[in-house]
Every structure is written in C-alpha cells, then in structure tokens.
C-alpha cells in the first residue's frame, strides 16, 4: 500500500523537477556567476544600458529598468536561449511571401531580368521587336509584361530583394530576440554573400533563413558546415564549378577541344539562332567544367577560419580546393544542369545506384563524386588518401573548425564586434580557450566575454561606432517609433554608407569606425536625424508628445534633457545638453524654425525629395498616403513648440554621443 | 595630423576665408585665375570612368578591314566606305570609330586621346560580377582582395591627404576599386552634401552650428575629427554655387548620369579642394539585344560617352594638363553576333585614354585578323594587353606612383607606352 501511494507523488516530484531543469536551463543555465561590472565601476544601470547597447540594435525606453529588474545575467541568458515569442514580428511579415519559399520557389517566382523577357519573347507575350520599339509603345510593352507576369506569377527580382531588406529592419526593430538578430547579421557579414552578385542574388533569402539565423548562436562548426553547402556560398565563391582538373595531353581532352571546333564549324547561318546559343552555351559550359576554382578555399581558410595569419601557404589552399571539388549546387536550380550524370542523380530509380557511386545530395547540395579529384591530398599536414570523396571536405571542415588559429580568429572578430574595435589580447585568449574547450560553442564564447572585466572597462564604453543600419534601427527602437514601411529606411541606410546584403567582396563590411564615418557618410548621418524626426522618411511614424506621456516639459531645457534621456539613456549628457541650450533657449530660434516650416508647401516638399524616395512613393496607393502624411506633417507644423523639439531630437540623433554605442 | 590640419587652417580654407566668400561666380574666376590664386603645387588628377555591363569593344573601334568580322556580324558590321549612310570614321586606316562617337575624334588627331586595344584580364571570367571584381581590385585571381586599386593608389601618392576630397567618387556608395584603407568619399551629388532642411535654410544653419559645436567637443577621435572635415568641406563647397554651375567654354554635358559624374568632377577640380583621383561610371553595355547599329542601344551608350568626355574636357580647358581621364569596362563581347542581333559576354575590348601626356592619335595594343583560329575560346576578340598593363602605366606616369608591386600585387609586366607626349 505504502509503496503504491508513494509511486505517483514520485512520478510528480520528478515531472515537477524535471519541468524546473527544462526552465533553469532555458533561463539561466548559461550564467552561472554575476557580470563583473561593480569592479570596472560601472552602476547596475550603467552596466544594464551597456549590455543592451552591445546585444541588441538600441534600448527601447524603459528597457534599462526591465533588464536592471528582470537582473543583466538573467537578461544575457534569456537572449541567448533565443525562445522569446516572435508574434508581432511574424505578423509584420505575414505578408512576404519570399520568406516562406525554397531556393526553387523563388528561382521560378522572381527570374532574372533578361531571363524574364526572354520567356516572354518565346511564350509570344511580347513580339521580339516590341523590346526594339520600347522607346515608342512603352506603356503598351510595358503592360503586356505585366499581364504575362501577373499570368504566371512571375514577380520582379526586385521585390525579392526589397522583401529581404525589409524583413532585416523589421525584424531589427520588433524582435524579441535581440542578440540572435545581432548574431545573425555578424555571421551573414562574416560569411557574407552579396546581393550585388546576380547570380548568388536570389539564394540568399534562404541562405540568411535557413543556414544563418538557426546557427547563429549554435555550433560554429555546424554553421561552417551549412555555409560550405549553401547554394549562396557555392555561387558566390564558385565552388559549384570547381571541378577534378582534368589532364590537358589525355585523349578525352583532345577530343573534346576537336569537338567544340567542329561545332564551331558547323556554325553556319543554317542554324537557327538558338540552335547557335546552344552551341556557344555548352562550348562555355564545357570550358567551365575543367578545373579547380580556389577561391572558395582560399577564403574558407582566409576569411571563415583561420584567419590571413593562420599559417597556411598557397599549397594548403591549392590541396584544399581538391579535396573540395564536386561540392556543388544541386543541377536545376541555377538552371545550370551540369551533365547527364549529376541529373540522373536525381532520378529517384537511379538514386540507390547513384548514392553506391558516392554522389551525396543534402538538399540544395550535391556533392558530385565524377567531378571530385580522387587523388591524394595534404592540407596543413593533414593526408587526405587517395580514393576519397564527400567525407574529404567534411573533415577539411572539422579540421579548420577545430584549429586553434580559428579560435583566435572567431574570438577576435566577436570581440571586434562586442567589445572594442581594437580588443585586448588577454580578452581574446580567454575566449579562444573556451571556443577550444567547448569545440566552438558560441553562446559559451559570448558568456565567457560578458564575464570578462574586459567587456565592462571604461575603455570599452562607448567606444564601438554604430553603423548605419545600427543608427537608423537604434533611433527607431529609442523613439518607439513605428515602421509602417521600411524600404525607405533602407535608402537611407544605403545613403549613409551600408548597403544591406549588398557587401561585394568577401571579407563583409570592416566592422570598425574608421570604415563608417566619414565626411560624406557623416554629414548623411545628420542629415537622417533631422529627417527622421521631421517626419520626412516615409514609413516611420513617431509620435514625441507620446514617448513622453504628452506631459509637456516644464521648459525647453527640460525637454533636452528628458528626450536626451531616451535617446542615449545612463549616459553622461552634460555636455550635450550644455551645447544645445543656448540653441533652444534662443527666442528667435523657435520662430526661425516655424516661419520657415509654414512657408514650405507640401508641393515643394514632395518635389525636394530624392529621386529614390519618390521612385519608392510613385507605387500604387503610397502616394494618397504621402499626401495624407504631408498633411498631418503641416498641421504638426503648425506648433511651434513641436518643431523645436523635434528639431531638437534631430540634432542628438545626429551628434557624435549618439554614433557611439 | 598636423600637416593635414595646418594645411587645411593656413591654406585652402585661409584663401576661401580671405575675402572670397560670397563671390557669386567663384567658379569663373578660380577657371581664369587658378594659377595665381593657389601658391601650392597643383595637384594631378586622374579621373576613371568604369562602363559597367562590358562595352563591345569592336563596334566602339572597328577594325573595318576584318573580313571576318564583316561576316560574322551580318546585323552589326558598319563600314567605314564614304558612300556609306553612316561610315566609321576612319582613324588609320583600319579602325574605324563608331561614328555616334564622332565627339572624340578631333580628340583622337590633336593626339591627346589614345586607343587601347584588345585589352581586358588574364582571368577567362565572363561573368560581369566576377570581372568587375578582379578588374576593381586589380587582382584578377584573388577575390579576397579587401582593397581596389584607385584606394592603394592613394596610398601611394605619398602625400596625406589635405582635404577630405582627395579620393572622390560620383556615385552612391563606394566602389570595390575604392575600398581600403585610404581616405575616399562617394558623393552621388555635391548639392545633397550640406546640412538639409528642406527650403529652410536658416534652421538648416543653426543645426548645422550645433553639430559642429557637438563634433568639436567630442572624446571621439574619429568623430573629432571627421566632423572637423566634414564642416570644413562644407564650407568649401558652400562658397561656390554648385548648383548653378556655369561649365567654361560653353562646353555642354549630357544631361545624363554620366554627364553628371563628369561635370561635378570638373567643377571639385576648379575649386581646388585638393581631387586627385575621381571614379565614375556608366551602365547599359550589355548588350544582348538589339545592340543597333548607327542607331539604337550601343550608338546611345558611346553618344553618351564621348559627348560627356568632350565636355568635361572643354570645360577644363585651363586644366588639361593636370588631368588623365581613362575609361575601363569589364570583358568585351563576342566576335559574332547573337541571335537576337545582340552580342555576348566576350574577352577583350578596347579602353580610352585622354590627357596632355597621354601617346595619343593611336590604337595600341593587338588585334589579330579575326579568323576563327585566332579568336581566345574559338569566339572572343583575345587579350593581348593585361589591363594591369595600361592602368599600372597611366597612374604610375600621370601620378608618379612608384611601386606597381603595390597597385597590383601579383603582377610584373610593363606598360605599353600609351603614356608619353608625342
């Protein structure tokens, strides 16, 4: 009986317990001691606005007070444990359709643009010479490919685009986790892939959603992997067309070069344009095929790993491109079928016998084991015997994940990123040893950084310059501003020097000030304070009076101190608001501001704005709505009082104090 | 820092301050007078126009003789025969300029524009992206090349910089061939660099005031310090009527955005404010389709081109000695036409180069009969002359750069001799 009635209160004793672990983990499992913040000098709430201006894209008013309640350590494990409820950032994007597609989906969905017409042309859309005759029928051409778009559903590359840069800045603006954003724009940028590549262009939808951001605060190896697989990266650094190079003298090559002559040859004008694009296709193609590419494996030790001064040679990256031969994208989703073989890899008859010839498919990837260099390999001292194949690369990647020079360099570049844009050496040995010693975990290299007295130092304040999209989404967050539509934040990010997901070279953005302010890019930044808070950038929507309660200042120096407050919060403003009183204080000042508001007509404005601010407007039922925002903007002008203010926070959004975080 | 600083105090702003301020037409009167006005050395400046999208080369400068050509471009080939509707202008007797460019052909006889052809990279590359990227760097087998030649350029002036715009360009955000770690600025429009207000001037003043207040008391070095040049080229500019610019010699530039770029590069190099390499660029030379002839697509793009590059030339008449302007574009296109009386992405194409020291009223480089056997891949115009080649020659001769190890790291060839007045 005894034992009977005990089973059930054990069982819920250890359902209970267990229920408790799942939590602790989930909340504070990560932290085990307290921020070092006391001993550097810091206040709890200087160390608590610290730690959001280094983990998430600026502190929202009244953050200070709900991290310093909820306890910083608590806080940093919540962000790393990633699980808060995304609701409001997945209802802004219930509307993006790209961000639900697969690599294929989007392919066929948003072709490229000359591809476009292409299919137009041959689906008798369009007559071949209406593209001749733009100049004269434009609006008719123009609407017939809009009709054979709208027809097949085909959507302009275009709006991929713009749907992937909206989604950052929403995403930047309303999530709740903070630091996976943060991560997932430090690993996007350090195993960047660009936009400004057409090719690579459409497969980075997928590449920040399904290889990034699920590993951003996971495994380095696992997120070194995914990249090496990811059709981004295989396009953007040609992988995918790195092949076993072939022997120049043998026969297969002699003869192949005799058949691209005959082709050639054959060229005559009998053949039908097509028929000639074919040709000169597969010529190319067949080009294409023969060979190494080392620029993948050249930057997966360069820049993903270890570091310029990682101490490999040209030779090391030479062998490193042979074992990686064969990696490539899987045949028709660039459009690209490599040859008959790769596709019957595909075939689901053929699979069993494919997999038994050592093609490996994950995915988008494919690992095509007739274009593998089957022949023996040294990387960094490391054999690789002749006779292999996928597993080759995939110990490459354990290889390069595990070196020490690539726990120097991770930690570094985190550090870089965390810290201070020139790190303490004993700083980053600390983390490297972690990163060794939990084989790259880096919610365990983020924690032992936090824990160092490093990261609270006085030197350490302050000292890291925002970047554009930092400025602009901190500004927004600070302001409790609303974004209504971001594609003209995006300009204006653009416009102060950070084009998103448009990096061209491989190393991402320098993540240092130096490479953000300068004269041009700075007199921008100001420039965007005034026009954020003067409502000129469409699309944000702000509300000063009610940030503040609409409880009216009891003077204008209040009011400086108390937006100065919001904007740069736990900071020391003295300086600034001893600047800026004599310019609110002016008499003159206000009715300076306000004259001149009344007198600029909603016209004037609309004709005033950039070219690219109107080409964003011009779009269907954005410019009723920009009518309706001028008038709102007149009578908003209309108070003096209100113009001053906001001019006011246009300036502390633009001054030195508010670049630094 | 004090050098930069004192020149900055004693010199261009000194002589801004002294007097000039206000002076409607600064422009007029700095074209007229430069020499006198500056008692500092005048810079060089080397201005590069990028023809994004990879120019056909053999439509630009054809070499009209080619039977080949001629056959193989049934839709496209000119001829450079008087009786012609619209001959090539005949430059040598065997290349022919397209006669939309007829603008650079008193250019190309007074010897001051020189012809390079068959030029492009060593890397087989036809993708733009990739060619572009090799051609910006300056390192056609290396991606991870974190700076472009024009920024490693800079570096080598041996000077530091005196004003902020030493290294300039016209576009909006910075180009691969600009990235690094020198000093350079990409300036889409020189009206937009100023405090905006939009038509308030007078609170666009008093903002502009507080911020620089705020940047002069800033801890931040950088910010410091930026801010401080920031103002300073500001004012700069603000004494001079950027809007209302009144080109020199009733030279009159497209109203393209190429002609644009050129006119704004004329107008930082009258005013002194101390331009020594400027970056612009042009798009729509991918042409696929419906390339045209004496008309259409191509025949707009080289209007275009030659028509803004006369104009700029003009306008700084007092200026040409100072001044190299070269043009690049990425790959050139095949030898034979597409199907869509279009061409495709080639090997070499031909660049321009104009200036007083430039070996001018010639086509350099090679260009072999074009007969299927002597085409690169069986299809393209070949390479013979790396671009390295002429890019390392012009800026090394009109710059007096030393160390081409630097501006093109992998690469020991020589120039080709298209610099040297003749």
């Not at chain 1, 595909?346 to 699979?351: D, E, V």
Request: charged content about 20%; hydrophobic content about 40%; aromatic content about 8%.
């Amino acid at each position: 009986m005894k034992n009977k009635s005990a089973y059930p209160v054990v069982v819920l004793v250890l359902l209970l317990s267990g229920m408790l672990l799942v939590s602790f983990k989930n909340a504070t499992s990560y932290v085990k001691k307290a921020f070092p913040y006391k001993k550097e000098g810091l206040t709890e709430r200087q160390a608590a606005a610290h730690l959001l201006s280094r983990f998430t894209y600026g502190a929202k008013p009244g953050q200070v007070d709900e991290v310093v309640k909820m306890g910083l350590e608590n806080w940093f494990a919540q962000q790393l444990a990633a699980n808060q409820p995304e609701d409001r950032v997945e209802q802004l994007l219930a509307g993006y359709n790209s961000l639900r597609m697969t690599n294929e989906q989007i392919a066929r969905t948003y072709p490229k643009g000359g591809q476009l017409l292409k299919m137009a042309i041959r689906d008798g859309a369009i007559a071949k010479d209406a593209v001749k005759k733009e100049k004269e029928n434009r609006a008719e051409y123009r609407k017939a490919l809009q009709a054979y778009m709208l027809q097949n559903n085909y959507k302009l590359q275009n709006e991929l685009n713009r749907e992937l840069q909206n989604q950052k800045i929403l995403r930047a603006t309303y999530s709740q986790n903070q630091l996976q954003e943060v991560l997932t724009s430090f690993w996007f940028n350090h195993f960047n892939v660009s936009l400004s590549d057409n090719d690579c262009a459409r497969f980075i939808v997928t590449y920040e959603r399904d290889v990034i951001r699920p590993n951003a605060l996971g495994n380095f190896e696992t997120i070194l992997l995914a990249t090496a697989q990811s059709p981004a990266m295989l396009t953007y650094l040609d992988n995918f067309m790195s092949a076993a190079p072939t022997d120049a003298s043998s026969a297969e090559q002699e003869r192949r070069e005799q058949r691209m002559r005959q082709q050639l040859r054959r060229q005559q004008p009998g053949l039908s344009p097509v028929q000639q694009k074919q040709v000169m296709e597969r010529v190319q193609k067949a080009r294409k095929e023969q060979g190494l590419n080392e620029n993948y494996a050249r930057e997966i030790m360069e820049l993903h790993t270890l570091g310029v001064d990682g101490g490999y040679t040209q030779q090391d990256v030479t062998q490193a491109a042979r074992v990686l031969t064969g990696w490539t994208i899987f045949p028709g989703l660039n459009g690209n079928t490599i040859n008959r073989k790769e596709q019957a890899a595909n075939s689901n008859g053929n699979s069993a016998y494919f997999a038994r010839q050592g093609f490996v498919r994950e995915g988008d990837f494919l690992f095509a084991a007739n274009r593998h260099d089957k022949g023996e390999k040294v990387v960094m001292g490391t054999r690789f015997p002749a006779g292999g194949g996928y597993e080759e690369g995939v110990k490459l990647i354990n290889m390069l994940a595990k070196h020490p020079a690539t726990a120097r360099f991770i930690s570094s570049k985190l550090a870089v990123r965390f810290v201070s844009d020139n790190p303490s050496k004993s700083l980053i040995d600390k983390m490297a040893k972690t990163f060794t010693k939990t084989d790259g975990d880096i919610r365990q290299v983020l924690l032992t950084m936090v824990s160092s007295p490093e990261f609270w130092s006085k030197e350490a304040l302050r000292e890291k310059t925002k970047s554009p999209f930092e400025l602009a989404i901190s500004s927004v967050r600070s302001l409790n501003a609303e974004v209504t539509n971001p594609a003209p934040l995006a300009f204006w990010i653009a416009k102060m020097g950070e084009k998103m997901y448009a990096y061209q070279a491989p190393t991402g953005f320098p993540d240092k000030g130096q490479f953000w302010i300068n004269t041009g890019s700075l007199l921008s930044r100001m420039n965007f304070g005034l026009a954020l808070v003067s409502r000129r950038i469409p699309g944000v929507q702000l509300d000063l009076a009610a940030l503040h309660q609409n409880r009216e200042p009891e003077s204008a120096e209040h009011a400086l101190r108390i937006y100065s407050n919001y904007l740069l919060p736990e900071r020391n403003l003295d300086e600034t608001v001893q600047r800026l009183t004599p310019l609110v204080n002016d008499p003159e000042y206000s009715t300076k501001v306000n004259n001149a508001a009344s007198k600029l007509a909603p016209d004037q404005e609309d004709q005033l704005m950039e070219e690219e601010e109107v080409m964003l407007m011009n779009r269907k039922g954005k410019e009723r709505q920009a009518r309706k925002k001028t008038a709102a903007r007149q009578e908003q002008a209309s108070n003096g009082q209100d113009m001053m203010l906001a001019q006011v926070v246009g300036i502390i959004i633009g001054s030195p104090e508010f670049q630094r975080r | 820092m004090t050098s930069r600083r004192g020149f900055l105090k004693s010199g261009a702003l000194a002589l801004f301050a002294a007097g000039l301020g206000g002076v409607p037409n600064f422009l007029a009167q700095a074209a007229g007078s430069s020499k006198i006005l500056s008692p500092y050395k005048k810079n060089k400046v080397l201005v590069t126009i990028f023809q994004r999208g990879a120019m056909d080369g053999l439509m630009a400068v054809t070499p009209f003789t080619d039977e080949y050509l001629q056959k193989a471009r049934p839709g496209l080939f000119m001829s450079a025969a008087r009786s012609a509707a619209n001959p090539l202008i005949d430059l040598d007797g065997r290349f022919g300029l397209h006669p939309a460019m007829e603008a650079f052909a008193p250019l190309f006889r007074e010897k001051r524009l020189a012809i390079v052809h068959g030029v492009g990279s060593p890397n087989k590359t036809r993708s733009h992206f990739d060619a572009q990227d090799y051609m910006e760097a300056g390192t056609p087998f290396r991606k991870g090349t974190s700076s472009g030649w024009l920024n490693r350029a800079v570096g080598l002036l041996g000077h530091e910089a005196a004003t902020p715009f030493q290294a300039v360009s016209l576009t909006s955000s910075l180009p691969k061939s600009f990235y690094g770690d020198h000093p350079a600025v990409a300036i889409s429009n020189l009206q937009e660099f100023a405090i905006q207000m939009r038509g308030n001037a007078r609170a666009a003043n008093a903002a502009a005031n507080s911020f620089e207040d705020l940047y002069d008391q800033t801890s931040s070095t950088l910010l410091n310090r930026t801010g401080k040049e920031s103002f300073e080229a500001l004012k700069m500019l603000q004494k001079t009527d950027v809007k209302n610019y009144k080109p020199a010699n009733n030279a009159r530039y497209p109203n393209s955005p190429l002609g644009n770029s050129l006119k704004q590069i004329a107008q930082l190099i009258k005013m002194d404010v101390g331009l020594e390499v400027a970056f612009a660029e042009t798009g729509g030379w991918d042409t696929h389709y419906n390339q045209g002839t004496a008309q259409g697509t191509f025949a707009r793009n080289v209007t275009d081109l030659s028509q803004s590059v006369l104009a700029f030339w003009t306008d700084l008449e007092a200026y040409q000695d100072e001044v190299t302007l070269m043009t690049m574009t990425e790959f050139g296109r095949t030898v034979k036409q597409n199907g869509s009386n279009g061409t495709d992405h080639g090997r070499g194409s031909c660049m321009f180069v104009l200036g007083n020291d430039v070996h001018g009223g010639l086509v350099h480089g090679q260009v072999p009969t074009l007969a299927i056997e002597n085409l690169e891949d069986g299809r393209d115009l070949p390479v013979t002359t790396d671009f390295r080649s002429v890019f390392s020659e012009v800026a090394g001769r009109h710059l007096q750069i030393e160390q081409a190890n630097v501006l093109f790291p992998d690469w020991k060839g020589n120039g080709i001799g298209v610099m040297g007045r003749v």
